[in-house]
């Protein structure tokens, strides 16, 4: 199929503004699946979010995910993870938190680094997730 023949799932259907970058969405979204795939053959980056807002990128979508945002210092998080033992030392109750401000909190308890960062094969689950 050319580009030419592709057709838009639902030409009538609104566009929103990105929850993220405010850039326009279309909310065409496919209602019959083609392979399992419900996006609009023509506007296929648009991602509805799990609250109903819509995302006009993979990245925007991304972006909105409540793990990007650190709930500290409200700067971007990463997708990072501690072990648990770690963790519950350091910040139990802090929900989100960006290194940074995790390293922060470790500090004003007496745990100084250094730190060990290191690259996790990406996890299938978690993807799904965002
Ligand atoms: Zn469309
Ligand atoms: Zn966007
Ligand atoms: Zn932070």
Known sequence: ?????KICADPNAAVVACGQCGGPVHTCDRKLPNNN???????????????????C???????????????????RNIVWF???????????????????CFVEKAEEIGIV???????EPPLAEEKEQI
């Not at 199929?1 to 023949?5: A, P, R, T």
């Not at 680094?113 to 690259?119: A, N, S, V």
Request: with cysteine; hydrophobic share 35%.
């Open 1 to 5: 199929m050319s580009e030419s023949e």
């Open 37 to 55: 795939d419900f996006r609009c053959p023509v506007h296929t980056d648009g991602v509805e979010m799990w609250d109903g807002r819509w995302a």
């Open 57 to 75: 990128s993979e990245r925007c979508a991304y972006l909105m995910h409540p793990e990007a945002k650190c709930q500290k210092c409200g700067g």
């Open 82 to 100: 501690s072990d648990n033992q770690t963790w519950n030392l350091i910040a139990p109750a802090d929900g989100i938190l960006c290194p940074i």
């Open 113 to 119: 680094g250094p730190w060990k960062l290191t690259l």
